[in-house]
Each structure stands twice: as C-alpha cells, then as structure tokens.
C-alpha cells in the first residue's frame, strides 16, 4: 500500500528545486497523483541559474507524466521536435544548446547525419566485443578498494569505472580522466551549488567547463590527424558522410556529449542500484545465487527502479492535441521518464523492485524514437559486470549510510554513498 500524497495537486511544483530534495516516496506519491489526476500538467519555468547571463524566463511547460503519453511523443519527432533544444527546459541560445548537448537536441536530416557516425561503435556486436576491457576496467577498480573494508561507492567505484570506460573509448588518455571527470559533473550539475564556486557567474563555470574539454578535444583531434588509431576521436575526425566532415563546433560538441552522457547516467544506475540491493536483500541473494540468468532481467529493473535521467524536453511543431489536451504550436512538453517507470497501467506493482521483471517496458533509456539511448547496449554490459564482479569479490557489500544526493530535477543524481565489506 502507498500512503496518500503529502503534497496536494495544486502543492506540487515540478520546477521548485525543493520539490526534488523531498524524500523519494513523497516525490514518488506526488507523482502518482499527477498521473492519475492531471496527467498534463502545466507549470512555470524555474530560474536555474543566477546569473545576470541566464536568459529571460520563459513561458512555461507541459509535465507528460504517462507512459503511454510519453512513447506517443518520443514516437512523433516531427510532432514534437528536439531542435529548440532536449536537455534544457528554460530556451538556452542555439549556440549553447549545440555546443553542450549535441545531437540529443537536433532533428531530422540533421540528427540521423550526426548519429551515424557514432552509431557503430554502441551496437551490441561491439559492445559484446569490448566486454573484456570492460571486465578489465572493473577488475581495476574492485582491486583498488578490496581490502579497505569500505569506502565511497560513488567516488570509488560507480564514479571512475563508466569515466575509464568511455574516456579509453574516445581515446582520452589517462592522465586527463581528472579533468574529464570535474568538468562533466559541472555540465550536468543541474546548477548544484557544489560545483559552482561563490562569488563566480555560473553561466561562466559551465563556459570554462566545455572550454577545457573542447581544447582536449582540438588536441587529440590534432594528434590522431597525423596518428589514427582505432578509438573514437579517429572516427569523429575521420568521418565523412556525404561528402561532409563535421565542422569543428560539431567536434566539440560531440566529444562533450559523449563524455557527459556516458558518466553520469551508468555511475547514477550504479549507486542507486547498490542502495536497491541493500534495502533488499532477497533480491540480492537471487542475483548473488545466479547472477547470469539474474542479470539479464535485473540490470533494467535497476534503470527503471534508478531512472537516472529524470526528464527530456520536447517543443511542439503544430496545433495537436495529447491525452484530450489540445497543445499549440512551440509549447514545451517535459517527459517525465520517472514517473512513467512507475506508471501502474504498465508495471504490475511499480513500486516493488523485483530483478526478476519480465517484461519490463521501462523509459529510463528514454522511449522508442530516433533519440532512444545511444548507449543502452553500453550501460546494459557495464552495469551487468560490475553487479556481477561486486557480488563475487565483495558478496556482503552494502551501503551503510543515506546518499547524499545532487541537487538536481534534471540527473537523479547521487553525489556520495558510503559502504562497506568485509573482503
Ligand atoms: C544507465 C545509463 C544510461 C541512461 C539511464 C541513459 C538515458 C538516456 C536517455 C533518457 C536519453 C534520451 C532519450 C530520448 O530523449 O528519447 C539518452 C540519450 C543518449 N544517451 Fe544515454 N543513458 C545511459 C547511458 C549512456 C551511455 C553509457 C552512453 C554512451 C556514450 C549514452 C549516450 C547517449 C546519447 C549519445 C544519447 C543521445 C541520443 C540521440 O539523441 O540520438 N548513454 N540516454
């Protein structure tokens, strides 16, 4: 049984930051009541940024917090475009939507151009073919904490096992992992004060942030012109797909996607799931007791249970109508992937985390259409081998502590979880 929602229908307000640092169940019961009584809901813009360089405020969003009105969106791009921009509700300057977020806010001809390119090296041929360096990277990293008896899960292990993976992938040597690794958080901090020094703009600090990756990216750029090699930068520099070469901005804005998008979700996914298995622990025992026929139903009820990524944006291209709610041309509509991994039409019992689900038609990868995860095949594996190797090496692990959480509405961010083992 849940208990009735704290907050009221009308107490519920999506763009206060207060509202995501509730208790999960309170945002958990308010989103349920949204579901069930308001389905598309509007609400006013939040000002993220302080900052005399935020742009104006703007005129408000749809909340979509239904599974089936969610995969009729993701399914209609020329409907509902990702063009004005995917990861932002407030309406950034093009220019800073292309830079920071690349082909997740771009549509057709454009986005199927930019997604090729990439798209071999995530299929799941090559990402069954890359498991062994993946096993490698999760070997490392067990390695360097087996014997302490605890530590930080997040800044010891679901933080630098997704960084080493993607980062070896581009071709990022390990001397700037650091620097890969403070910049990427500030891009996706959602504005959490933490990573935003007193008395500096913010809207400068994410400048700086992408200023320092695009420079590595020039400068790798510039050493695999005259070096190829077999990782992803060669393959950015060296493509050419009708007849085009991605002009430099492309570059850079492709090197910053890929490098955020990889970090934060699979490192989330991670601790949420260490915290998942803790709290129960008669689903850990069946993982523990088979963790390959586990682990293939498990790893997307942890994505569902985690949904590390909360929201996507979309605008609206035409007059159309959504769940009997006429919507006009360039309103936005926020898809609520959270509250559609709970949806009670879909999943029997959402609430219950249950790694025997089948099937489990969960959003946290975003729903089927062209902007579906580049990386789930990617996420799937490292989540699978790390669960699977913690299990063996460290069995009792368990997070001993709450997780400081970020503060966020964007990222269902963890920024530290302390634990602990025996081994
Ligand atoms: C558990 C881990 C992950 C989660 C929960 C996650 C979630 C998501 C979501 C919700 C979207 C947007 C879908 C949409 O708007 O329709 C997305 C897109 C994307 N993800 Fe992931 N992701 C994860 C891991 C990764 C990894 C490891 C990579 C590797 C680089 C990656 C790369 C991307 C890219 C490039 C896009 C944009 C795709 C496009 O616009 O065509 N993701 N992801």
New binding site residues.
Partial sequence: MHPESVLGLDQIDLSDLAFWERPQAEREDAFRLLRNERPLAFFDEPSVLDSPLAPPHGPGYWAVTRHADIAEI?RNPEIYC?GKG??SIIDLAPATVEYFT?????DNPR?AR??RI?SSA?TPLRVKSIEQSIEEVVDRVIGRVSGTGGCDFVAEIAAPF?LE??CA?MGVPASQYDMVFRCSNIILSGGDPEYFPDGIDPVLVYAEAGRELTELMNELGRDRTDHPRDDLITALITTNIDGEALTRAELASFFI???T???E??R???SHGLVALTEHPEQRALWLADPTTIGATGVDE??RW????N??R?TVTGDTVLGGQELHEGEKVV?F?NSANRDETVFDDPFRFDVRRHPNPH?????S????????H???C??DVMIRELLKRLPDIEATGEPTRLRSSFINGIKSLPCRYSD
């Fill in positions: 993701s990702s995917a990861v690349g082909m997740v806010s771009t986005h930019l997604r990439v995530f997704p993976i993607i992938m996607m890929l490098l998008a990889g970090n979700t699979t989330n996914a991670l942890i994505v985690a949904s590390p990524v929201w996507m979309r898809l992937y959003l946290g990868f975003g729903a259409g062209p902007h579906f995860c580049l990386g789930a990617l996420a799937r490292e989540i």
